[in-house]
C-alpha cells in the first residue's frame, strides 16, 4: 500500500531558496495556477527532499484568510495524492532536485475535483518544462 505524505522536508521553506526561486526561476501558467520552478544550485542537504514545494494564494485576489486557507488546504491535498505518481519517480529517474511553487491564480474558490484535475496537469507540465529546459531534451 502506498503511503501519501508531504513531509516537512518537502516543503520549501527557506526564505533564500524562496528568494532565488522568484528570482532566478522559470514559470508558466497552466489555469488556474502559476507554476514557478528552478533547479538548486547548491547540493541538498542529509534529510532534504529532491521535490520541495510552496503553496501560494494571495492575498489581493482572495480577500478573507478562511478561504485562503481553504483552497491551500485543497492543494496541498491535491498535491499530496497525485505527487508520488506524477512528480516522484520523474526525479528520482533523472537523479535531480527541484525546487517549486505553486500560486492560485483565480479570484473564487474552485471545487477540489477541479483544483486535483488541474494540478495533475500543472505537475506533468512541469516535467515537461524541467525536461526541455535542465536535462536538455524536448517534449
Known sequence: MKKYTFRKEERLCNK???????????????YPFRIIFVKPE????????KVQVLISVPKRR???ASDRNLIKRRIREAYRL???E??????EQVNQPVYFAIQYLP?????FDIISEKLADA??????EYTG????EID
Open 16 to 30: 533564500t531558496f524562496i528568494d532565488g526561486l522568484f528570482h532566478k526561476g522559470s514559470s508558466f501558467v497552466l
Open 42 to 49: 547548491l547540493p541538498l542537504q542529509e534529510g532534504e527532499s
Open 62 to 64: 482572495i480577500k478573507k
Open 82 to 84: 497525485q505527487k508520488a
Open 86 to 91: 506524477l512528480l516522484s519517480t520523474f526525479f
Open 107 to 111: 479570484n473564487e474558490i474552485l471545487e
Open 123 to 128: 505537475l506533468l507540465k512541469l516535467c515537461s
Open 133 to 136: 529546459l535542465y536535462l536538455g
